[in-house]
């Protein structure tokens, strides 16, 4: 299949929509992105890539890194991890709060904020203060890159306006769910969120769920292949945020957004894909990344049904 066409073509379909939608501005500093970005990069198993537009500007990860926050506590703790934190969909927003104090302090699941505030706790207490760059090393070694950086400008701009993601954990606290000092549980969290990547190294981290957990192209194994398919049975499910479903039932792949403007979806056995456009619609999902995939699986015929 000529990838490089289909890339072309995408990015020549979705031109004249660019600059539709909203940027996150709940966060100051994700509210400079320029609307009109757009790239796309994907990841064969076989180790070739192909890519178009802005492949080589890093962008705010934001919620993408809750994969990976998600794959290194599962490894860590297996099943424990399931009273903590839930794997179902939520149908709420992101930051909700309403169906967490009715579940008593459990989140529905690892990809919203509460979720992944709980898992930020679990890898402080596993690896200290410094578990924000245990996860960080752990995107590098995944992507077999090391100038992915967190950008510290955004994760301070975080802190300064977080004050759902305190109510969040401060919520969950008093369920007994937040075992760590909150202050360095979200400093874990904000921290993983403002990791900044380009699509070439965000599809690259994403190869080993392509590939039952192992990295094609450095042999490296981050996952058992059973925990490869768990998360990808959660990114199909939940990693759309309240738009899960409508992703799954327009896409039919694995894949999980960030309010950066970022989308990484699957074709199990097959690729990784990564793209990115920093408009969003009112799910908080990209709105041209998400017409992108559309248009690749109607040009590919890429889908896991
Ligand atoms: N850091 C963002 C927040 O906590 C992540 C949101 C997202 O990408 O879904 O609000």
Redesign the pocket.
């Known amino acids: 299949m000529d990838y490089q066409a289909i890339l072309e073509q995408i990015r020549s379909d979705i031109t004249p929509h660019l600059g539709q939608g909203k940027v996150a501005s709940y ?1 100051p500093a994700l509210a400079s992105a320029d609307p009109h970005d757009f790239a796309m990069s994907l990841h064969l198993i076989n180790g070739e890539s192909f890519h178009t537009g802005l492949s080589d500007k890093p962008f705010s990860i ?2 993408i890194s809750k994969v990976f926050m998600y794959e290194m506590a599962l490894s860590l703790f297996e099943e424990s991890i399931l009273s903590r934190v839930n794997v179902e969909p939520s149908g709420n927003p ?2 909700s709060l309403i169906q967490l104090e009715y579940e008593n302090g459990i989140p529905r699941n690892p990809f919203i ?1 509460p979720g992944a505030i709980v898992i930020a706790d679990m890898l402080t207490s596993h690896f200290g203060d410094n578990a924000d760059q245990s996860i960080l090393q752990y995107f590098q070694n995944s992507s077999d890159n090391f100038s992915i950086h967190i950008d510290t400008q955004i994760a301070l701009s ?1 802190r300064q306006s ?1 004050f759902r ?1 305190y109510a969040l954990a401060h919520l969950m606290k008093s369920f007994g769910n937040i075992t760590n000092e909150i202050d360095n549980v979200l400093h874990t969290y904000f921290n993983a ?1 403002s990791i900044c990547a380009n699509t070439i190294q965000l599809s690259r981290c994403m190869l080993h769920l392509a590939n039952h957990g192992v990295d094609p192209v450095t042999n490296n194994k981050l996952l058992s292949a059973e925990h490869a398919k768990r998360i990808n049975a959660l990114m199909l499910t939940c990693g759309h945020y309240d738009a899960s479903g409508e992703f799954a039932y327009k896409i039919g792949l694995p894949g999980k957004s ?2 950066g403007g970022g989308i990484v979806a699957i074709v199990p056995n097959v690729m990784s894909i990564a793209v990115y456009s920093p408009s969003l619609n009112h799910h ?1 999902n990209s709105l041209i990344g998400t017409m992108a995939l559309e248009l690749f699986i109607r040009y590919s015929g890429h889908t896991i049904f």
């Open positions: 966060i934001q919620s992101f930051n904020n975080e977080g993601n969120c960030g309010v908080g």
